[in-house]
């Protein structure tokens, strides 16, 4: 759970450490901006001055002007977006440096590389646009940039796929391939339009006749989170509760996704248990600490998690404490800032750029 925590935060009382944190952002005040991730622990997200998630937090830190210290509570890819969309005086700091993701890590720049290559008797760049989910490290965002392609979000991945095949003939989609699956149906596309390069198997386990079809090609990649759930899940909830609505993640796999009652981003999850009326039963298949604060902040509804059986947990979402945004707060000129460098910095700027332009 700790880095590398000095004694006095690792044994603070979590009122002593509420405290601190409130002190240093009062002295800090309009200098300091903090960015709270849906999925931290309900105490860190108390104190963000803006929540949301991976697209409205982007959109935030790129708008941000007065703010000289960044600190983002979440991964670290997200802390390097923050950085690439923010201007050279502004710095960005993640509580705590361990909070990375597993499928940003499925996607290692010498497997796309090596993709890539294969597929320029494809038509390469001039018919290919690659498309990469912002979970995803700064050099692929870069290699994204450069090849003329964007980042999407779960908010936004529709608008991004349509941005990128009405300039070119073919997507390449890194790195979850259930999100871009369940967006390439969404658009009507079938399964036979869309094809899975498997990065562990010669030529991505594919035929070349495979990827002439193909007009979205999937990188092999996914989220434990949301893997979890199936579609087992929803049949014996609804059994349960017949009245229950079953709201998923386009993480989820397509079998969970087609049943759901709705699929959507975080923010499409956020806004469903808001708007729903009094007495809702809503059972949700994405991350457990959003599903606990939905339940905490609707004590009018019955909100719970989907499966009843898994702990949905992202462990690195979970990583960040109390402990770590105290400590940072009062010790960021001592701490390594998250800074992406050149030219690594400026190509994946151009992706996030046309990221934000996308709806």
């Not at 901006?33 to 935030?60: M, N, P, T």
């Not at 646009?129 to 529709?158: D, E, H, Q, W």
């Not at 991004?160 to 989609?173: T, W």
Request: proline content about 4%; some cysteine; aromatic content about 8%.
């Amino acid at each position: 759970m700790f880095f590398n925590l000095p004694q006095e935060y690792r044994e603070a009382s979590a009122g002593e450490l509420r405290e601190r944190i409130t002190t240093a952002r009062r002295k800090l005040d309009r200098k300091l901006v903090i960015l709270a991730h849906h999925y931290q622990r309900i105490e860190v997200v108390e104190f963000g001055d803006h929540i949301g998630d991976s697209y409205a937090l982007s959109k935030i830190a790129a708008a941000q002007e007065e703010a000289e210290i960044i600190v983002f509570c979440g991964v670290h890819f997200m802390a390097e977006a923050a950085d690439i969309l923010t201007a050279g005086h502004q710095r960005v700091f993640l509580p705590n440096p361990l909070a990375g993701c597993p499928m940003a890590d499925m996607a290692e720049m010498a497997d796309v590389m090596e993709a890539w290559e294969y597929l320029q008797p494809f038509g390469g760049a001039d018919k290919i646009m690659p498309v990469s989910y912002m979970n995803t490290a700064a050099r692929l965002k870069a290699f994204t940039g450069k090849n003329g392609g964007l980042i999407c979000t779960s908010s936004n991945a529709v608008g991004a796929l349509k941005y990128a095949l009405d300039r070119r003939e073919k997507v390449f989609f890194f790195p979850d391939e259930n999100l871009g699956y369940n967006t390439g149906l969404k658009m009507g596309f079938g399964p036979e339009d869309m094809v899975v390069w498997d990065f562990t198997r010669d030529r991505g386990g594919l035929t070349e006749e495979q990827l002439e079809r193909a007009r979205i090609v999937l990188w092999k990649g996914h989220c434990h989170v949301h893997t979890n759930f199936t579609a087992e899940h929803v049949a014996e909830v609804r059994a349960k509760h017949p009245d229950v609505q079953v709201i998923v993640h386009p993480e989820c796999k397509a079998e969970v996704v087609s049943i759901a009652d709705g699929a959507g981003s975080t923010k499409y999850i956020v806004d469903y248990c808001e708007k729903a009326p009094a007495g809702s039963k809503i059972a949700i298949g994405t991350e457990i600490n959003l599903i606990n604060r939905m339940a905490h902040l609707h004590p009018d509804k019955t909100i719970f998690e989907l499966s009843g059986l898994t702990c949905p947990v992202c462990a690195n979402m979970y990583r960040t404490t109390l402990n770590d945004l105290a400590h940072c707060l009062e010790n960021y000129e001592s701490m390594k800032p998250i800074q992406v460098p050149e030219p690594i910095r400026s190509d994946a700027l151009l992706s996030l750029e046309r990221m934000l332009e996308v709806q």
